[in-house]
C-alpha cells in the first residue's frame, strides 16, 4: 500500500489532459510503441472525433523510482460540464490531483471549480504549467495566476508540454514524492467506492471501483449499499491497457469488477461495494442519484419506427444509466420518448448515438428543464413538468417554479460589461465580483438553469472573444413568472413546437418564432399561417406564401417513374422531416425556440 498512488488529472477543456495522460501511459511503459495512438484514453469513436473525454476510466502504470516500484492508478475524468458529477467521484477516489493549467489560457472556470472538489476532498494538488512549447505560452505570468489561486511557490509548478513529453519524469517523481500513500485497513470490513462503469457487449457491467477499506475476493459475494443488490464477483483485476485478472485487490488500490450485472442503472457511480455477509455500515460519502437537467422529446421519423427506437433506447440506456426515458405521445408527433439528460451536449450524444450506432432517424422536440407547477388545490404537492403540455390550465395554476443555477464565469476586465448585459438578459442576478488580476476577473451570478443550458456557451463566447470561461452548479428551486407559449400551423395547434417562457419575454420571443419558421418550414402548394398564442390569446402571427405557379407547374412535368424513384431515394436518405396535419416541418424547426438571436 505504501508504494500506491491515486491520481487524477484536472484541467479546463482543451488544456491537454489527454495529451499529457498519454505521455504518462508512454513514459512508464504502459503502452507499447505499436498500441500508442493519439489520446489512448478516449476510446469511444465518438469522443475521439470529438476531441472530448466523455466518461471517466482509469489505468494502471508500473514505475521504478530510486530503486522501488510504484504502482500509479491513474484516474482520467470528463472535462465537460455536463459531467461533473463523474469528475467529483473520480477525485473522490484519489489522494492527488496534477492540476495542468494551459501557459498561454490561464486558469479558467473549470480549473478554479475542479479545484475546488480537489480541495473538498483534501487532495495533495500538482500545479503543472502545459503547453510551454506554444510561441504563445506565458508562463511568468500564468505562474503568477496558479500562486495567487494555490498559494504555492514557484519552484512547486513542474513545466511541461504534453506536445513535446518536455516535463514528464518531472511529474513522475512529484506524484511519487508529494502525493501521499492511500490510507485504510485490509482488515476492516470491505468499503470500495464505485467511480465508473461501462458496457461490455459481451461480458455485461464492468464495474470501476477503489478500494477505501478491506479488500474484494474473485468469487466473493458483495453488495451494492445505495441499491441493496448483492452479487457474486466473477472476475475482479486491474486496469493496465487491457484488464489483467487478479484473485484480490486490496486496501488502496483501484480494479474492475465483473458480476453479471446486465443494466447500467443497477450500478450507481457514487455508491459503495461491501461484504454482503459482513458489511460496513458507513457508505462512503457523496453518493448522490444523478439527475437529468434537459428533457426532450425523441421521436421515429417514421411512425412505425417506434418499437425499433424503443428497443434502440433500451440499448442505449444499458451502457448510458444517466439517460433515463418515457414513453409519452404527442398530437402532432405521435409516438414517442420524453427523454432526461445531463445536459445539452448530452442529447447530442445520444441522438447521434441512435443515429450511427442503431440506424434510427429520429426527430428531438424543443428541449426544456424540469419545473414545479403548484395548483391552488389544498394540500400543496408540486407537479413536475418536464414536457410543457403537463402544465397545468392557468386557472388552475397557483404559481411555477424553476431551478436556478450559480454560475462562474471568469474574463478578462475588458469584457466585463458584455458578459453582464449577456447575463442580465439571461435574467441572471450578479453575486459576486473579484479581481482574480488585475486583467482577470471572476463572475457569479444567479440564474436560471434554462437560459444557460440551451444557447448560453455560444453567446458567451461571441460577447468575449473566446475570452470567458463558464461553470456552473445547482441551488435549487424558484418561482418564477412563466407561461406557455403555443404555435400554431394552418390554425392548428402544434404541441411539439410549444415553450415554456418567461412572461416578460414571451411577446418578443413569440414574434421571433414565428419569423423563425416562416425561414425554415419549406414553402407549399398553399399558403400557411404561423401564430403564436397564449392561451386563446394571438400574440404573433406570419405567413409562409405559397410556392408561384410556375413552380408548381415545373413539379407536376417530366416523367413520373422517374420521379417516383427520386422520391424514393429521398426517402431512403431519409430526411428529417415530418408532415403534421398537411404542413411538413423539418427537424430544425423544433429547435427554432433555441436559435433566435
Ligand atoms: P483535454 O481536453 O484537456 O483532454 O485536452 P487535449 O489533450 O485533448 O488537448 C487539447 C488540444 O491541445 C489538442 O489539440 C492537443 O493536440 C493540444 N495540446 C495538448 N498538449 C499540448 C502541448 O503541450 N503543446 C501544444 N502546443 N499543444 C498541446
Ligand atoms: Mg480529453
Known sequence: MKNIRNFCIIAHIDHGKSTLADRLLAATQTVTAREEKAQLLDNMDLERERGITIKSHAIQMEYVYQGE?????????????????????SIAACEGALLIVDAAQSIQAQTISNLYLALENDLEIIPVLNKVDLPSANPEEVSDDIIDLLGCKLEDIIHASGKTGFGVENILSAIIEKIPAPKGDKNEPLQALIFDSHYNPFRGIEVIFRVKNGEIRKGQKIKFMATGNEYFADEVGTLKLNQVPKDVISTGDVG????????????????????????????????????????????????????????????????????????????????????????MLHLEIIQERLEREFDMTVITTVPNVSYLAYTKKEPETPIVVNNPSDLPEPSKLDRVEEPYIKA???????????????????????????YLTTERVELNFDMPLAEIVFDFYDRLKTVSKGYASFDYSPIGMRTS??????????????????????????????????????????????????????????????????????????????????????????????????????????QEAFMAVLKLN
Open 481 to 586: 413568472k412563466l407561461v406557455k407559449l403555443d404555435v400554431l400551423l394552418n390554425g392548428q395547434s402544434v404541441d411539439a413546437l410549444s415553450a415554456l417562457i418567461h412572461e416578460d419575454n414571451a411577446y418578443n420571443i413569440g414574434k421571433k418564432m414565428c419569423e423563425k419558421l416562416r425561414e425554415l418550414i419549406p414553402r407549399q402548394q398553399f399558403d400557411i399561417p404561423i401564430q403564436a398564442a397564449i392561451g386563446a390569446k394571438i400574440i404573433a402571427r406570419e405567413t409562409i406564401k405559397a410556392l408561384r405557379k410556375d413552380v408548381t407547374a415545373k413539379c407536376y412535368g417530366g416523367d413520373i417513374s422517374r420521379k417516383r424513384k427520386l422520391l424514393e431515394k429521398q426517402k431512403k436518405g431519409k430526411k428529417r422531416m415530418r408532415q403534421v396535419g398537411n404542413v411538413e416541418i423539418p
Open 69 to 89: 516500484k510504484y504502482i500509479l492508478n491513474l484516474i482520467d475524468t470528463p472535462g465537460h460540464v455536463d459531467f461533473s458529477y463523474e469528475v467529483s467521484r
Open 256 to 343: 474492475y469488477l465483473i458480476s453479471g450485472i446486465k443494466e447500467a442503472k443497477e450500478v450507481k457511480v457514487g455508491d459503495t461495494i461491501t461484504d454482503a455477509k459482513l458489511p460496513t455500515t458507513n457508505m462512503i460519502t457523496g453518493f448522490e442519484n444523478v439527475k437529468p437537467m434537459v428533457f426532450a422529446g425523441i421521436y421515429p421519423v417514421d411512425t412505425e419506427d417506434f418499437e425499433d427506437l424503443r428497443a434502440s433506447m433500451e440499448k442505449l440506456q444499458l451502457n448510458d444509466a444517466s439517460l433515463v426515458f418515457a414513453a409519452e405521445s404527442s398530437a402532432a408527433l405521435g409516438f414517442g420518448f420524453r427523454c432526461g439528460f445531463l445536459g
Open 408 to 434: 462562474t464565469i471568469i474574463t478578462k476586465s475588458d469584457f466585463v460589461g458584455n458578459v453582464m448585459s449577456l447575463c442580465i438578459e439571461k435574467r441572471g442576478i450578479i453575486t459576486n465580483q473579484t
